[in-house]
């Protein structure tokens, strides 16, 4: 089955600084690659996906890469704020869809004011 | 309001003693899943559904089953609980699609199992 790894486990950035948070899947038919928020206490919440038919997207100050050779994407944020603090776990399915969906083990950011 | 519900929100019991969690959705979706989510390991796939008597299992399915007869509900049966079961538990449905259709989640369920 399908792998997802997340690197780092934790990440602290000071405030306005960019963030970055790297993923890697083992099934090359894996072709929809969500990434989700948890704030403390919370619930997981989407916040950007990509298909493996678009390379980038990006949404206000957040942005996804995809490398479908690699078998790697990306979470992007920029301008960090108070509010970006969270866990985000990145995630990988087959057909662009929900069904077998596998998560990585997520990344706490801290976001330092 | 368009939400998961589950329910219990918290749940103590003891080894072997059978339980279930509920869940419902008033979203008419067809894909409904459950995850248990554990410090350092994520959220992993217990068992998902993508509609009415179709269901599968996901990455750790050992120790739970799961029904779907209505399509707005997906319980999770833990016919003998055991301590490694305790966990948060979340259940989550979403439209079906190629993409752009993100889980929503329920509210989480808090089982320890002593």
């Known amino acids: 089955g399908e792998n997802v790894e997340q690197h780092p486990s934790t990440l602290s950035v000071q405030e306005g600084d960019s963030a970055v948070i790297k993923c890697t899947y083992s099934?090359?038919?894996?072709?929809?690659f969500p990434w989700y928020k948890q704030e403390l206490g919370k619930r997981p919440q989407l916040i950007i996906d990509?298909?493996?038919?678009?390379g980038e997207k990006k949404d206000q100050r957040i942005a996804v890469t995809l490398n479908k050779t690699a078998k790697h994407f990306s979470l992007h944020i920029t301008e960090t704020q108070p509010e970006d603090s969270a866990v985000y776990f990145c995630?990988?399915?087959?057909?662009?869809?929900?069904?077998?969906?596998?998560f990585g083990t997520g990344t706490r950011l801290t976001i330092i004011p | 309001e368009a939400q998961v519900t589950q329910n219990p929100r918290y749940l103590i019991t003891v080894t072997g003693k059978k339980l279930t969690v509920t869940c419902s959705q008033n979203?008419?979706?067809?894909?409904m899943s459950w995850y248990r989510q554990d410090p350092g390991l994520g959220l992993r796939q217990i068992y998902y559904?993508?509609?009415?008597?179709?269901?599968d299992k996901g990455d750790v399915p050992e120790g739970y089953k799961v029904s779907r007869k209505e399509k707005r509900n997906f319980p999770l049966i833990l016919e003998s609980p055991s301590p490694n079961q305790t966990s948060l538990y979340f259940c989550?449905?979403?439209?079906?699609?190629?993409?752009?259709?993100?889980?929503?989640f329920g509210s989480g369920t808090r089982l320890t199992v002593v």
């Open positions: 990509i298909r493996s038919n678009v």
């Open positions: 989550a449905s979403s439209s079906s699609g190629t993409g752009g259709y993100g889980y929503t």
């Open positions: 995630a990988a399915s087959r057909n662009f869809g929900n069904e077998k969906l596998t």
């Open positions: 099934d090359s038919a894996s072709n929809y």
């Open positions: 559904s993508m509609n009415v008597e179709v269901t």
């Open positions: 979203m008419n979706h067809e894909y």
